[in-house]
């Protein structure tokens, strides 16, 4: 059985701290924590951990400006905590001085990812009052003017993850300019919309005046932009936000005519509009001034796809935490997390993209939007593209396909994570992140061979969705980023996977560029992702993780021996083998392996 | 007995097969007195379909005009529709089915005329047995002896000839001990744990009754499975309420006084009808075909399946952690002795022992017991969960431990050498086979209908070379430890492989599966060369 000491570090953050003998660990608790370059410690103090599984356990804190971090004194319960400050939402004091029971003063802490700690302090003389105040203040540094870790971290890495997108490298590889789309620099200094990226492909045949009256048109200028063309059908995935329309029913005769240059640049008679929202409240946006594409829009159709918003979609995250920490349910688990709904979430997120990634497949371009079209749309284009687009499906081609569609398409990480931020009932913040990966995780159980990169990947991104360690998910917007010097002040997440990228690789990955997948979004067909949402209780955790990736770490390296050997034969073969001649080229380099294992997906073995 | 007197329509032209996973086709229609064989009429495609009828678990027929729709559903789960010409030929061919498919005869079942060209009769039949157990196990041979008490049946019908049982036990304190449990079930060794000696036994319910009747022969031989450690535990499969319960009706349970030294552990399983109820209810919700599938979860939970499982398992697990952990010896039984004893203390030696995890050791194991135990297949498998015929001895047991395994083997993805192609392969074949291993209740009678030199064996056939890779598990990495399963709701999963068999998504994932196994063993071919 695993060690218990790893049983409560999480897998992604544990790379950098150096294992700890038990033998050092009796003599000084602390000593061996290995920090951070650029991480200080702040305090530490003897406290008492509950666990909600293995009871009351003595030991020492640290309180770094990264991390909390806790061991245990007790080598019989050897349990170890090593928390980013950043997953804290929320601290709170636990019992006051007069409280009675044994260990009912404290601290309380809840965190982002799924779980809660519990600390027990002595009552005497105020125990509690520095570390929670240090813990409050560097837990939340935006809220006390300091500055996030990312700003502070000295790390170094062999690759710049800033370098994985580059939105022009992208445009180009998807074909693009062509003699139907453009690159337009018109939002170079985010004049025309402040949460855009620089760099936008707009319909060949529309001039930079109709761009700016049609951002008048649209939800906070966020005009329908090209996302993702289709190398042979030339059919499109554009993203918007919704038209505003408002309670009178205005109509904006350049938004119709900028929307039907879509649909002419791919010559198709109809254009779909999908908008992710549910019709009513489609319908009650108009209140507000938004609304939908009515009949005005000649030549489109509009679909709604019943996504919820990003209240619906906290609660029910919500109600999952409530059945799975610290106990899970056992009676009536099923039911229970059918009374969550957020299996049934994910299902319409997944069966939106579906549908949105067919219709392209099929030859008709695509417009989606929600209500601000930095949510929902970009779960729905990412998604899409995702099943699309074989090089998303890559290790660094998901990295791409990140940074593209969710950062520097503003999806408001700042506000939804709530990064650095004491107030932890802001209402802005919600698992929309989260439910995409969880939508790519469930992509990925339904086709085992199709995705370079693993689950650790997944969760190393969670992780670091959180921690403020990695400047990539930092603030709302690109204008933002560029305002706060992100690229050139913190690390990219993409430069600690890059640098270490065998532990994220998939062995059975097969490539095959021209697959659309089409995941089947029916509940039956779909999991809870154990492994995220319950990898806190140690009971729950299946076979011990270690030996499976010793295995996979001894099937790469057999891979690997098979590609080069597969590599040599090739070259000694002059005439090409018929059997490899029909492998398709790959778009662009992907992996280090990316070129030969092309080909080993066609080969067949005799049984 | 003639087949041809329930074959009215042999033949029938223009018929339209619709079937999961594949586009409508027409063709010819032909039933045999064993099988249904379809095959495509369209030029150059040869697409065949054939159907053991055994497979067959329910026929509904639909008249509309002159024409009908057979529906058939197959005990793989599997639903077809055939849409046939003619009013008349429709009724006769839903009428076959409905027949052959249910036919008691088992020496006219198929298994006696399966004759493939790869196999032969003479091949040896099987691959385990209690005498090769024993000869394996030297380390038994001064405490434990091979009884042939049983060799004419007489002593239990249900066991097979050779018997492990204590040294100091004679045949003759047998006899009477088999007197006093039912179907004559006495306590017999079906597993040795070399790690520390301790052992596991089955038997059935000791027929204790209303008065609390005692056998002196029976307390001196689980005494002698002690002798010399402080005590043993007995796992009853009842509720201990149940258990009282059965002493009404001559059975019982043993007590604490009578057997002081040894510990009774009760633990409920669902067994019989309830849990072929469980199945039909999964079956059900499995196929809706509604879209409205906002309450799959609740149906899936109201099925119960699960927690079958669940209970399965952690039963299991107890009894491994006696053996394992505790270093106690184990006496499992329910009231019969031939379904869930079998079940948990199959996947008892699954988690504890690694032989069983290899393809051979795990086809052994079940042999021995299920196969050899006597659990009784032709009963239990007769009908799937679609039939509508009134329930019998159906109960899916087999089909549960199957899932169990499949638990095990999803949890542990390289502790077990079989894939789950194999698991579905048993499931399948468990309820219609070309195959004679599952045929009849008992090894008498097995033996009497002559199955092992009239039929092939399954378990043979799957280790063939061509099957094998087929069947073994790419990542396998064999592990001395012990796997305990972790039992909680999360931690367990529908078998979508098998319950959601026939959807693009299991097909896709079959593909999937098959392409990882090519590429492991392609690596490992290159690695060598």
Not at chain 2, 201 to 221: M, V
Not at chain 2, 259 to 278: C, D, F, P, T, V
Request: charged fraction near 25%; proline fraction near 4%.
């Amino acid at each position: 059985m695993a060690s218990p000491v790893s049983v409560y570090n999480s897998n992604a953050l544990d790379t950098h701290i150096s294992s700890t003998s038990r033998e050092s660990l009796k003599m000084e608790l602390l000593a061996d924590v290995s920090l951070l370059p650029g991480e200080e410690r702040i305090t530490d103090k003897d406290i008492i951990y509950i666990c909600p599984f293995s009871g009351a356990v003595k030991g020492k804190v640290l309180i770094t400006n990264y991390r909390l971090y806790f061991k245990s004194s007790d080598s019989d319960v050897a349990v170890m905590l090593d928390v980013p400050l950043g997953t804290i939402s929320r601290v709170e004091k636990m019992g006051g001085a007069s409280s009675r029971g044994e260990n009912s003063y404290g601290l309380d802490i809840t965190c982002k990812d799924m779980r809660n700690l519990r600390f027990a302090l002595k009552q005497e003389g105020h125990s509690r009052r520095d570390i929670f105040d240090l813990l409050f203040k560097h837990a939340f540094p935006l809220s006390h003017g300091l500055p996030l870790f990312a700003y502070l971290t000295q790390e170094k890495y062999e690759e710049n993850g800033w370098n994985v997108y580059k939105p022009m490298e992208e445009f180009r590889r998807q074909g693009l300019p062509n003699n139907k789309w453009r690159i337009t620099f018109i939002n170079k200094n985010y004049e025309l919309c402040d949460t855009y990226p620089t760099v936008l492909a707009v319909p060949f045949k529309s001039k930079e005046e109709d761009l700016r009256r049609v951002a008048a048109f649209r939800s906070r200028a966020r005009i329908p932009v090209l996302s993702w063309i289709h190398r042979e059908n030339q059919a499109v995935i554009v993203r918007c936000s919704q038209p505003l329309v408002g309670m009178s029913g205005k109509r904006n005769k350049d938004d119709e005519r900028y929307l039907d240059m879509i649909r002419e640049a791919n010559d198709t008679t109809k254009l779909t509009i999908y908008d992710a929202r549910p019709n009513v409240n489609a319908v009650a946006n108009k209140a507000t001034g938004g609304g939908y594409e009515g009949d005005e829009y000649q030549n489109a159709e509009l679909i709604f796809l019943d996504i919820q918003n990003i209240h619906v979609m906290r609660e029910s995250l919500k109600k999952l935490k409530d059945i799975v920490y610290p106990n899970v349910e056992e009676s009536h688990w099923l039911s229970s997390l059918e009374s969550t709904h957020w299996l049934e979430h994910v299902k319409l997120v997944l069966s939106g993209a579906i549908q949105v990634a067919d219709k392209v497949s099929s030859g008709n371009s695509v417009v989606v939007h929600c209500s601000d079209g930095w949510d929902r749309t970009a779960q729905l284009t990412s998604l899409a593209m995702l099943m699309l687009d074989s090089h998303y499906r890559t290790l660094r081609g998901f990295q791409v396909l990140i940074e593209k569609e969710w950062i520097s398409f503003g999806h408001k990480f700042a506000s939804r994570i709530g990064h650095g931020d004491k107030n932890h009932a802001d209402q802005d913040r919600s698992p929309i992140f989260v439910q995409f990966i969880d939508c790519v995780w469930q992509m990925t159980k339904q086709f085992p061979t199709a995705f370079e990169f693993n689950e650790r990947l997944l969760l190393t991104i969670l992780d670091h969705l959180y921690s403020c360690r990695f400047g990539t998910f930092l603030y709302n917007c690109e204008s933002a980023r560029d305002q706060h010097d992100v690229r050139s002040k913190t690390v990219s997440l993409w430069s600690l996977v890059n640098s270490k990228m065998d532990i994220y690789l998939n062995p059975f990955y097969t490539p095959e560029s021209g697959r659309v997948l089409y995941p089947v979004a029916s509940m039956r067909h779909l999991e809870l992702w154990v492994t995220y949402y319950i990898r806190w209780n140690p009971r729950i955790r299946q076979q011990q993780q270690s030996p499976v990736e010793q295995r996979y770490k001894e099937l790469l390296a057999l891979r690997d021996e098979y590609l080069k050997k597969l590599e040599e034969l090739q070259l000694s073969d002059s005439s090409p083998s018929s059997r490899l001649a029909n492998s398709p080229t790959p778009n662009t380099p992907s992996s280090t392996s990316s070129t030969p294992s092309q080909q080993y997906t066609h080969l067949q073995t005799p049984l | 007995m003639e087949f041809s007197e329930h074959i009215k329509t042999a033949n029938v032209e223009d018929v339209v097969l619709r079937q999961p996973l594949h586009p409508p086709s027409r063709g010819t229609l032909c039933i045999t007195g064993h099988h249904l064989l379809f095959s495509d009429r369209e030029e150059g495609s040869s697409r065949q379909l054939l159907l053991l009828l055994r497979n067959i678990d329910a026929v509904e027929k639909r008249i509309s005009g002159s024409s009908g729709t057979i529906t058939i559903k197959c005990k793989d789960m599997r639903v077809l529709h055939l849409d046939i010409p003619g009013m008349e030929q429709c009724l006769n061919i839903a009428h076959s089915i409905e027949t052959l498919s249910c036919l008691d005869g088992v020496a006219a079942m198929y298994p006696f005329f399966y004759r493939p060209s790869d196999l032969s009769l003479q091949n040896q039949w099987g691959l385990s047995s209690t005498e090769k157990y024993y000869s394996q196990m030297k380390e038994l041979h001064n405490r434990w002896r091979l009884s042939s008490v049983n060799r004419d049946y007489s002593v239990c019908p249900s066991y097979p000839p050779a018997v492990i049982i204590p040294q100091n036990t004679d045949d003759d304190m047998l006899k009477k001990v088999a007197k006093f449990r039912q179907g004559g079930r006495f306590p017999a060794l079906c597993y040795y744990h070399r790690k520390n000696g301790m052992v596991i036994l089955r038997s059935s319910q000791p027929l204790t009754g209303a008065n609390r009747k005692r056998c002196r022969e029976d307390e001196h031989l689980l005494q002698a499975v002690i002798d010399g450690s402080d005590k043993g535990y007995i796992i009853d499969t009842r509720s201990s309420q149940q258990a009282q319960q059965a002493r009404m009706t001559g059975g019982g349970f043993e007590s604490k006084s009578s057997y002081s030294h040894w510990k009774r552990l009760h633990r409920q399983m669902e067994r019989g009808k309830a849990l072929q109820e469980s199945l039909i209810k999964l079956v059900e919700a499995c196929g809706d075909e509604s879209h409205n599938m906002d309450r799959w979860l609740s149906k899936l939970e109201n099925s119960k399946w699960l927690s079958h499982v669940q209970t399965a398992l952690s039963t299991a697990g107890l009894l491994a952690e006696c053996v394992e952990r505790d270093g106690h010896s184990v006496l499992v039984h329910g009231s019969e002795g031939t379904d869930s004893t079998l079940l948990i203390s199959t996947l008892a030696q699954l988690i504890m022992d690694p032989c069983c995890r290899t393809l051979e050791g795990f086809l052994a194991l079940l042999e021995r017991e299920w196969v050899q135990a006597g659990h009784p297949f032709q009963q239990r498998c007769a009908h799937f969960a679609y039939s509508h015929a009134r329930l019998q001895q159906e109960s899916p047991v087999f089909l549960l431990m199957l899932d169990c395994v499949w638990q095990l083997w999803r949890q542990f993805p390289l502790a077990l050498g079989f894939s789950e192609a194999l698991l579905l392969r048993l499931a399948t074949e468990a309820y219609a086979s070309d195959y004679g291993t599952f045929l009849c209740n008992s090894h008498q009678e097995r033996c009497a209908l002559g199955v092992t030199e009239n039929t092939h064996c399954l378990f043979q056939a799957l280790l063939r070379p061509t099957e094998r890779d087929y069947y073994s598990n790419p990542l396998y990495e064999p592990t001395e430890l012990a796997i305990w399963p972790s039992v909680h709701p999360q931690s367990l999963q529908l078998w979508r492989g098998f319950f959601l068999r026939w959807t693009q998504q299991a097909r896709q994932l079959e593909e999937a599966q098959e392409e990882i196994r090519n590429m492991v063993i392609e690596w490992g071919k290159m690695a060598l060369s």
